[in-house]
């Protein structure tokens, strides 16, 4: 009960800085809802279907470079269409990619999601036409029913929205029949087939569920920023959501969201404390696993 309270305050506080105007944070607090989407998608895999995948930020950057190819090629700005286009793309990627890599367990299916990630950052940073290292612009940003995306606040009440929707969604999704199935699978995968489930459609269904997820955050990503890069698609950016969904506690879905907002205050300040920032966050990681084995999550559990 104090979770949901909390929860529900933390929403409603999130929802108060749209209401602020203020530039910075609009934009700092957007890329940390962002985060929250990305790191509850991934914990469908990690935390309910026992998954541990480093794809996930080739549906990410998959879906930011959809948005801005029909933008800059294709003059696309209604996001009724863009949308869609950005989050099939994403899904069929990773329903050839979870197809592939399913065939594979433990460290080998790591390996093969990471060996995918890959082929897509040298893809993108090599070729001239996709604007190689440097990255896109995103010359035109969704536009519908004068709504403007460019603007950061229309933008921030969208990425809020997108939060919300995508966690009552998931929620609900989790609570269904076809999420104790997930759970199911991730405790004994074995016994769970030899009741009768179809185990490999049931790991591909959460795959591409939560490969559609990542793209909806690449989406979101390149409306707020106008700005795609390859390093989207990088091994680190991968290992990134995957610290954050064990920061905050795999298995909870608020748990990851609570690790996401976490990590990007660490992330932000702590550039201002030393320019080895990404050594306060290490330690951060290393003392949660030492001392909260069920994350963040963990302390609102208690």
């Not at 800085?17 to 203020?22: E, I, M, N, R, T």
């Not at 921030?156 to 029949?177: E, G």
Request: aromatic residues 12%; hydrophobic residues 55%; charged residues 10%.
């Amino acid at each position: 009960m104090i979770a949901r309270i909390l929860l529900v305050a933390g929403a409603l506080a999130l929802l108060a800085v749209g209401f602020s105007g203020d530039r910075f944070w609009l934009q700092f607090m957007g890329k940390a809802m962002i985060g929250c989407i990305f790191a509850m998608s991934l914990d469908l895999l990690v935390g309910y279907t026992g998954l541990v995948s480093l794809a996930h930020a080739a549906f990410f950057g998959l879906a930011a470079y959809l948005l801005a190819g029909l933008s800059n090629a294709a003059g696309f700005v209604n996001p009724l269409a863009t949308l869609p286009i950005c989050l099939a793309g994403a899904a069929a990627a990773a329903l050839v990619i979870g197809w592939l890599s399913l065939r594979a367990a433990g460290v080998y299916f790591i390996m093969v999601t990471l060996a995918f990630t890959q082929m897509f950052y040298y893809l993108f940073n090599d070729a001239p036409g996709l604007g190689g290292s440097d990255g896109l612009y995103v010359q035109e940003r969704p536009r519908f029913l004068g709504l403007d995306f460019s603007e950061r606040t229309t933008a921030y009440f969208a990425i809020w929205i997108a939060l919300v929707i995508v966690y009552l969604l998931l929620l609900r999704m989790l609570r269904a029949p076809f999420g104790h199935v997930l759970v199911g699978i991730r405790a004994n995968e074995q016994r769970m087939r030899s009741l009768g489930y179809p185990t490999r459609r049931y790991k591909l269904t959460a795959f591409v569920i939560a490969g559609t997820l990542a793209g909806l955050c690449g989406y979101l990503d390149a409306t707020l920023y106008g700005f795609v890069n390859p390093a989207q698609f990088s091994w680190r950016q991968s290992g990134l959501v995957l610290m954050t969904v064990l920061l905050g506690g795999k298995g909870t879905l608020y748990g990851p969201a609570l690790g996401a907002l976490l990590l990007t205050f660490v992330e932000h300040y702590g550039e201002r404390v030393t320019e080895h920032w990404n050594a306060l966050i290490g330690a951060l990681v290393i003392a949660v696993v030492l001392f909260l084995p069920r994350g963040l999550a963990g302390l609102l559990r208690d």
